[in-house]
């Protein structure tokens, strides 16, 4: 009987392991298991105070405070990602871990607030009057006012 080179052997299962690890790791580059879209960890955290709002940027290290108005309550907030969106009885706020700074836009008279939303780095606010969008990269707002049919 003749028994296998064992250099050869070894040189087989070594060849097959690093090809079998090549597959491996294009699999997880090409077809990542679990992630769909641009994932976003947490940056910022946002606490509603009865006077004020504080905002951490984690990006930045810093605590950032927004200072309410005389009869100004906060309606709504939430927060995700790179940014913080709050809606009180005067304004809709935005805060951006990116730049470390709040954003506002005054509400108009008659308006109301339907829906608000934080995820990542947007921020969205719509009310029966407009649509409001935050960019955690910009740090501020873009308003879209709707039309009357």
Known sequence: MSRPDTDSVEGSIMMKGATVGAFLLAGLIFFPLGITGEEILNQVFLLVRERELVAFS??????????????????????????????????????????????????????????????????????NLRAFGFSASAGRWTVKRFELK
């Open 58 to 127: 984690a990006v930045q290290n810093t605590w950032v405070t927004l200072d309410l108005r005389s009869k100004e309550e906060v309606l709504d907030s939430r927060y995700d990602g790179h940014v913080a969106v709050a809606v009180t009885s005067r304004r809709v706020l935005g805060f951006s871990a990116l730049t470390s700074r709040w954003a506002e836009e005054r509400l108009m008279v008659g308006e109301s607030v339907g829906s608000l939303e934080a995820e990542g780095n947007v921020g969205a606010v719509i009310t």
